[in-house]
């Protein structure tokens, strides 16, 4: 059975991973940070990492973003969307008031990973804005600290997952600010990731622009153009070298075993340009089904 390496149990990433391989369908393996799960799959010691790296909201997240493109070599197998529903959790006793209610005044600080955080900027705004806002390294994580950490006033954004894991309660479930929240997350390694078929197929690439050629960003995008190929996306990264020169990053709804694509590259290279290929790979839809609402918070 392979062995995909993620950030700890019942974050995001656990739901997400299990939406992509099924239950049974690989061997989970967490890690706190994340820089712990793109090593345990460039060390071997599991064959992919699951890395979110763009989110509805937040766009893309630049942390995991630079890991993929300056720390490790490992290249993209498949993507999938997945949504992301966040909760308050915190222990009910003593965030509520008499009536039973949630007592926002009594919670002093609230902790959650910083893309989570930002998901439910508006709900904290709003409610606890006098509290202290702390990072960690994920909302799982987030959630087993307050948990270990009774009679402070301390709460977590996180997934209900998480709250039944730890034996907390969700004091306010749905705290995202907008219901279509959905985060990307990459499977990368060694090996083409066969365990589900998609009639989708993506290619990432990293282009270099050469130095004093002015122009070269409209060439590098009309080749594509005149082709008719349809990119998903595209973002520049710092190339960490010099002030004011950036990597692009294009996401390209191709696969790279086409007729057109490989001539694009070689047009883009002619010019000049150093291109990677992160990774060619089947691209999947939320595989979350649809539910009423409270199921899925609850799921969330």
């Not at 996306?233 to 086409?258: N, W």
Request: glycine letters at 6%; hydrophobic letters at 40%.
């Amino acid at each position: 059975m392979m062995k995909v390496a993620l950030l700890p149990v019942v974050s995001t990433s656990d739901e997400a991973a299990r939406s992509l391989c099924g239950e049974d369908g690989a061997e989970r393996v967490y890690y706190p940070m994340i820089s712990d799960v793109f090593l345990s799959t460039v060390e071997g010691r599991t064959d992919y990492s699951v890395i979110p790296i763009e989110n509805t909201i937040e766009g893309s997240v630049n942390l995991h973003m630079d890991w993929l493109l300056h720390e490790v070599d490992l290249p993209i197998q498949a993507e999938w969307i997945y949504p992301s529903r966040q909760q308050l959790i915190g222990h009910r006793g003593e965030l509520s008031g008499e009536d039973g209610e949630p007592d926002f005044g009594r919670i002093v600080r609230v902790l959650s990973h910083p893309v989570a955080m930002a998901q439910c900027h508006s709900f904290l705004r709003a409610n606890l804005q006098h509290a202290e806002w702390e990072h960690v390294s994920s909302t799982a994580e987030a959630v087993k600290i307050v948990s270990e950490n009774p009679g402070k006033g301390w709460a977590a954004i996180g997934l209900t997952l998480a709250a039944a894991h730890y034996g907390l309660d969700v004091i306010r479930p749905g705290v995202t600010d907008h219901d279509n929240n959905y985060t990307r997350f990459l499977l990368v390694g060694k090996e083409p990731f066969a365990l589900r078929e998609s009639p989708v197929r993506k290619t990432s690439i990293l282009v270099t622009l050469p130095e004093d050629f002015p122009g070269a960003l409209h060439q590098v995008l009309s080749a594509f153009a005149w082709r008719r190929i349809n990119l998903a996306r595209i973002e520049s990264r710092p190339t960490k070298k010099r002030l004011g020169t950036y990597h692009f990053v294009i996401d390209i709804e191709m696969a790279l075993d086409t007729v057109l694509l490989p001539a694009a590259l070689q047009e883009i290279e002619a010019i000049g340009c150093q291109v990677r290929v992160l990774g060619s790979y089947p691209s999947f839809g939320s595989t979350a089904p649809e539910l009423p609402q409270e199921a899925a918070e609850s799921r969330a």
